[in-house]
């Protein structure tokens, strides 16, 4: 199936703006939050639309960061003591990272928070659609490699679907477009988003891709 042959429903925004009324930390992860501990950080989710297209912004985080090098992500990072709460949090990283116009961003909600156990962080996503879409880019190279707006069509496009065995022996899923190999926290966050939203097309869970050598070269 094509990108283009995907369906999209109409209400696709309106669907995903319903998800953190409803979404519960057991859907997201099978972490539980620490009662102590963790670093409070947050992510931003971005829907967007480029000429009519619904699109995903994603970044690529540089191969020399010291946590997950080279791995593709939501904009985000650790909450800073200035930010006031989550969603300050995640929308000053995603501007200094993406150089994002946050004036433009309407923010539709925030996800429970989900620990990720390799790094310590208890992560806040947080949901947004960029109502006034402004121009981004790789604004420090040594923290982002790429920063893309992949359309929505092609990470629901089932061909672009799979899953993927983590270092941890874990298998869980991954998804692949505009050159980008998605996995780990992001793809597994992603693609229960999806699937609360309504919007998971029915894809081939038993279909296992390897880690690309570039990934595996920088786990090493």
Same mark, same amino acid.
């Given at each position: 199936?094509?990108?283009?042959?995907?369906?999209?429903?109409?209400?696709?925004?309106?669907?995903?703006?319903?998800?953190?009324?409803?979404?519960?930390?057991?859907?997201?992860?099978?972490?539980?939050?620490?009662?102590?501990?963790?670093?409070?950080s947050?992510?931003?989710?971005?829907?967007?639309?480029?000429?009519?297209?619904?699109?995903?912004?994603?970044?690529?985080?540089?191969d020399?960061m010291?946590?997950?090098?080279?791995?593709?992500?939501?904009?985000?990072?650790?909450?800073? #003591?200035?930010?006031?709460? =989550?969603? !300050?949090?995640? +929308?000053?990283? &995603?501007?200094?990272? @993406?150089?994002?116009?946050?004036? *433009?961003?309407?923010?539709?909600?925030?996800?429970?928070?989900?620990?990720?156990?390799?790094?310590?962080?208890?992560?806040?996503?947080?949901?947004?659609?960029?109502?006034?879409?402004?121009?981004?880019?790789?604004?420090?190279?040594?923290?982002?490699? #790429?920063?893309?707006?992949? =359309?929505? !069509?092609?990470? +629901?496009?089932p &061909?672009?679907?799979? @899953?993927?065995?983590?270092?941890? *022996?874990?298998?869980?899923?991954?998804?692949?477009?505009?050159?980008?190999?998605?996995?780990?926290?992001?793809?597994?966050?992603l693609?229960?988003?999806?699937?609360?939203?309504?919007?998971?097309?029915?894809?081939?869970?038993?279909?296992?891709?390897?880690?690309?050598?570039?990934?595996?070269?920088?786990?090493?």
């Amino acid at each position: 199936m094509s990108p283009a042959a995907v369906p999209l429903p109409a209400d696709w925004l309106q669907r995903l703006a319903r998800v953190p009324d409803k979404a519960r930390r057991k859907d997201l992860s099978r972490f539980p939050v620490p009662e102590e501990g963790g670093r409070p950080s947050a992510v931003l989710m971005l829907f967007g639309a480029e000429d009519g297209t619904p699109d995903l912004l994603l970044t690529q985080r540089a191969d020399t960061m010291r946590r997950h090098p080279g791995q593709v992500s939501f904009p985000g990072g650790a909450q800073d #003591a200035t930010d006031d709460g =989550p969603v !300050a949090a995640a +929308l000053r990283e &995603a501007q200094e990272e @993406t150089g994002l116009d946050i004036a *433009g961003v309407d923010v539709l909600g925030t996800l429970p928070a989900l620990y990720l156990p390799p790094s310590g962080f208890v992560v806040t996503p947080v949901l947004a659609w960029w109502r006034s879409p402004s121009p981004v880019r790789v604004v420090d190279p040594a923290e982002v490699s #790429a920063v893309v707006r992949v =359309p929505l !069509a092609e990470l +629901l496009d089932p &061909a672009n679907r799979a @899953t993927v065995r983590h270092p941890s *022996g874990y298998v869980g899923p991954t998804f692949q477009a505009r050159g980008l190999f998605v996995w780990g926290f992001t793809a597994g966050l992603l693609s229960r988003v999806l699937a609360l939203a309504g919007l998971e097309l029915p894809w081939d869970r038993h279909r296992q891709v390897p880690l690309p050598d570039r990934v595996q070269a920088l786990l090493s």
